[in-house]
Nanobody
Framework: QVQLVEYGGGLVQTGGSLTLSCVASKSGFTIEDMGWYRQAPGMQRELVARITRDGNINYGDSVKGRFTTSRDNVKNTAYLRMNSLKPEDTAVYLC???????????????WGQGTQVTVSS
């Protein structure tokens, strides 16, 4: 199994910054994609950022130019640097990974428990 644990959420003022980390425990698995999604109360879960094992990155439209994601494949950790935060960025941020067992090609999805980010106006 792959276990994902997020760190770094909290309360920040509008215009402030936060950095989230997601640490993966992945014995026997290769992690292909790692990503961040967020979900606000009453809203659908939306993509924030996604990074492949090779470093290709996609961002959600609402965070382009403000958020930056990266990953360290040795440490099995993904990062999300969030700048110029707005109240509408308030949500639970969830780490996501697509991983496959060694020797297999089929991918499975894994989710962290989530970390709350609250941006005050």
């Amino acid at each position: 199994q792959v276990q994902l644990v997020e760190y770094g959420g909290g309360l920040v003022q509008t215009g402030g910054s936060l950095t989230l980390s997601c640490v993966a425990s992945k014995s026997g698995f290769t992690i292909e994609d790692m990503g961040w999604y967020r979900q606000a109360p009453g809203m659908q879960r939306e993509l924030v950022a996604r990074i492949t094992r090779d470093g290709n990155i996609n961002y959600g439209d609402s965070v382009k130019g403000r958020f930056t994601t990266s990953r360290d494949n040795v440490k099995n950790t993904a990062y999300l640097r969030m700048n110029s935060l707005k109240p509408e960025d308030t949500a639970v941020y969830l780490c996501h990974a697509k991983a496959r067992r060694y020797g297999r090609t089929d991918l499975s999805n894994y989710w962290g428990q989530g970390t709350q980010v609250t941006v005050s106006s």
